[in-house]
T-cell receptor, first 112, second 113 residues
């Protein structure tokens, strides 16, 4: 079955540092890939998505590129802020947004 | 516009009891999804309802069930509660089956003692 593996956290960074959160997946065919973010006390919000190989999703300074050859969708940001502190989830779906398969989440902590 | 709302926020039940969780989707959304976020297990897909019908089900026992009402709101029922059912249950809704962004609620924290 489908699975998503992401790096364990917490990831601790200073403000303005470069961020990478690794995500790899196992799935048949060509799934759509997503990054969701969960701020403390809130529900999940879609951060960005990519629906086919070599697509780059981007939002709020975050980027991720769909790499079919390495089955990866790593999340990057050039300069993190304290307000980026949250839990980040990588996910995939074979049919748009329904029945998402999530990774276990990576907590990001950014200090001033 | 109101987002996805879930009730109650917190629920404490005794092992063996039944729990009922409720979800109101965003106005105009016809699909509702339920996910379980258990400690150490990440988010796991439970159920998907669209237009009042169960469309897909995750790898959970039959004591996890639900329904969707004509107004598209949904209930998740968990019978014969077990300690390992303790988790955050998240509901999401979308406007078109499989083609639109799913918006999540803040969840119901179920604790089984």
């Amino acid at each position: 079955g489908d699975s998503v593996t992401q790096m364990e956290g917490p990831v601790t960074l200073s403000e303005e540092a470069f961020l990478t959160i690794n995500c790899t997946y196992t799935a048949t065919g060509y799934p759509s890939l997503f990054w969701y973010v969960q701020y403390p006390g809130e529900g999940l919000q879609l951060l960005l998505k990519a629906t086919k190989a070599d697509d780059k999703g981007s939002n709020k300074g975050f980027e991720a590129t769909y790499r079919k050859e390495t089955t990866s969708f790593h999340l990057e940001k050039g300069s993190v802020q304290v307000s980026d502190s949250a839990v980040y989830f990588c996910a995939l779906s074979h049919s748009g947004y329904s029945t998402l398969t999530f990774g276990k989440g990576t907590m990001l902590l950014v200090s001033p | 516009e109101a987002g996805v709302t879930q009730s109650p926020t917190h629920l404490i039940k005794t092992r063996g009891q039944q729990a009922t969780l409720r979800c109101s989707p965003i106005s105009g959304h016809t699909s509702v999804y339920w996910y379980q976020q258990a400690l150490g297990l990440g988010l796991q897909f439970l159920l998907w309802y669209d237009e009042g019908e169960e469309r897909n089900r995750g790898n959970f026992p039959p004591r996890f069930s639900g329904r969707q009402f004509p107004n598209y709101s949904s209930e998740l029922n968990v019978n014969a509660l077990e300690l390992e059912d303790s988790a955050l249950y998240l509901c999401a809704s979308s406007s078109r089956t499989g083609n639109a962004e799913a918006f999540f609620g803040q969840g119901t924290r179920l604790t089984v003692v």
